[in-house]
């Protein structure tokens, strides 16, 4: 074997070598071609090649999220670097270690009509947690301070919390000198990383001395340690765990239809379900109402328990930020807590939640088919043990109403709320995903990101659910777009597009339903970890049914929630 000659590219690689950074997504081009090859070359790398480099770095932020470490992803020179927008921006608010390498012309060529040639360094802002450009090696202090800047760079990807980084590379002609035998032997510059501690006394005195509490637990990547300290704080005191499904905290004493309940509280009721003090914890929170219930009855009290000590005042009541791992500050915080003999306040929201719960029983098998009774029969049906991604926008929604298996693992791409990668992001999560991995995504997201399926590397566990409704069917569900005249045409995007050639040309097993009865006979077709090809099932549903039944559905939370 040999590598490429170039002395800043060999100790970027020998570097992360060292940090252990063995997955990269290469998008193919000239100017990366020397980093391409030494990846290539490298038996300790494990390589994907991906074209279309706005999908490769989603496929990419997938791998992360299904490794929990970080990923590489490298491109060529110019325009290629700012496709990989959508995907940083997605990876810093979702806190994923993401590293961008992007090869670059030489600093002397930028803005001289030279081609293929953009201001590389900073091109994402402060969408990154660190951005750096590597000198060209000549001298003895250009490899100290080449070695020194990676090794920062590294260790940011994930010192305080994960997020991506960026590493740009300029990289002289001839491009194509593979001369070198080995890699460089380099420094290795470690961050040690220490258990945070806290005075918890403070915060177990103020925990006494209220009596409604509330935990709101965002979007986090399965935490196991977490679920059970949480579960035994509920048994110990009083407190209202709320978490939707990308919390990943699925235990009984969580509640997960907060929003259902919001919906149907009266003006004289809210009082008694507003909590006296707040913890959050972890990421977003779908639901808008609860956002808004909470920023117009500000708690006295609000912690916010983050690692890197960002302020986040999504509610606007933050009183106190908490520095610490979330596991931390509550195994400490349940230790020093007094036990509580009466619960009422969480008797009061497990009451709503129960009666909430009813009602979808009753309601769901009375309706049409729609998106709603499809998605209820496809989260009843889950297997154990598989991981779900879902796509943004409704299918999150419905998903949210139905209860997950605790042994369900969930992924989404809420960091921004986009929906330009999420096919490109389960993809990338089913590669390197032993388990089966389902994708429920709608139609708009689905055909946006079509190239997402075009790899060579969809995995035969792989299953997508596609709910076809032909447009954006959430801004029908929502008010405000139900206003315009532009609402199908420009904001829906009404279509009458189809997936089934382009599934069956990409290599796989094609179903379709538009029924009932012809849907629920194909589910367990899903279910089957045994096959040769990814699947994907196509589900045709009515707009206007599904705008029927979901509006109809939260109408009668709020007449039979009391």
């Known amino acids: ?38 990846f290539v070359e ?17 496929f990419a932020l997938g791998m992360a999220q299904r490794l ?33 390498l992007s090869a670059d012309r030489p600093a002397a060529w930028i803005g001289q009509t030279d081609g293929q040639t953009l201001p590389q360094p900073g091109a994402f802002g402060s969408l990154v947690k660190k951005s750096i450009q590597l000198p060209e090696i000549n001298t003895d202090e250009e490899h100290w301070y080449c070695n020194r800047l990676i090794n920062e760079a590294l260790i940011a990807l994930t010192k305080n919390g994960f997020g991506p980084v960026h590493i740009n590379v300029p990289l002289s002609e001839p491009l194509y000198q593979f001369t070198e035998a080995a890699l460089p032997v380099v420094r290795v510059v470690r961050l040690e990383h220490v258990t945070s501690t806290f005075e918890v006394a403070f915060f177990a005195n103020e925990w006494n001395h209220v009596r409604k509490r509330m935990i709101i637990v965002g979007q986090m990547a399965p935490q196991h340690e977490l679920k059970e300290i949480l579960s035994l704080l509920t048994q110990k005191t009083d407190v209202v765990i709320v978490a939707e499904h990308l919390s990943n905290l699925a235990i009984s004493e969580a509640t997960g239809h907060f929003d259902a309940v919001l919906s149907a509280l009266s003006d004289e009721e809210l009082n008694m379900f507003m909590p006296d003090l707040v913890i959050t914890v972890g990421g977003h929170i779908t639901s808008k109402r609860i956002k808004q219930v909470l920023r117009k009855n500000k708690s006295p009290q609000l912690w916010d328990v983050r690692p890197n000590g960002q302020v986040a005042d999504t509610y606007q009541s933050l009183t106190t930020v908490i520095p610490v791992e979330s596991d931390v500050f509550f195994t400490q915080l349940l230790e020093s807590v007094n036990v509580d003999q009466e619960h009422s306040f969480s008797e009061r929201w ?22 709603l009774k499809a998605v209820s029969a496809f989260m009843h049906g889950l297997p154990d043990n598989v991981t779900l991604q879902l796509s943004n926008s409704s299918p999150l929604r419905y998903a949210q109403l139905f209860p997950l298996k605790p042994t369900i693992e969930i992924f989404s791409n809420r960091g921004t709320n986009g929906i330009d990668g999420v096919l490109s992001t389960a993809v990338g999560f089913a590669a390197e995903n032993q388990k089966l991995t389902f994708l429920l995504i709608g139609d708009l997201s689905f055909f946006y990101d079509i190239n997402g399926l075009w790899n060579r590397y969809l995995s035969p566990r792989l299953r997508i659910v596609l709910l076809n409704n032909g447009g954006g069917n959430l801004f029908h569900l929502i008010g ?3 206003k315009s005249s532009a609402l199908d045409e420009s904001i829906a995007y009404k279509h009458n597009t189809t997936a089934r050639e382009r599934a069956i040309t990409l290599g796989f097993q094609y179903l379709s339903a538009g ?28 707009t206007e049914v599904n705008s029927a039944v979901f509006n109809s559905l939260y109408q009668s939370f709020k007449n039979h929630i009391k």
Request: aromatic fraction near 10%; charge should be negative.
């Open 1 to 38: 074997m040999a590598y490429s000659d170039k002395k800043n590219l060999l100790e970027l690689v020998a570097l992360m070598d060292a940090f252990d950074i063995h997955h990269v997504v290469l998008s193919p081009g000239s100017r990366n071609a020397p980093l391409i090859h030494t």
């Open 42 to 58: 490298h038996p300790d790398f494990i390589c994907y090649t991906i074209v279309d480099e706005r999908s490769a770095a989603f």
């Open 68 to 100: 929990q470490k970080p990923v590489a992803v490298c491109c060529t020179s110019g325009t290629a670097l700012l496709n990989y927008s959508p995907a940083v921006a997605e990876a810093f608010y979702q806190e994923i270690p993401l590293l961008v």
């Open 350 to 371: 497990k009451q709503r939640i129960l009666q909430t719960k009813q009602i979808l029983q009753r309601y769901v098998p009375a309706q049409p088919f729609s998106d």
């Open 480 to 482: 405000g777009p139900r």
């Open 515 to 542: 029924a009932e009865v012809e849907y629920e006979s194909q589910l367990p077709l899903l279910w089957n970890a045994n096959t040769e090809q990814p699947i994907l099932m196509e589900v045709f549903t009515q």
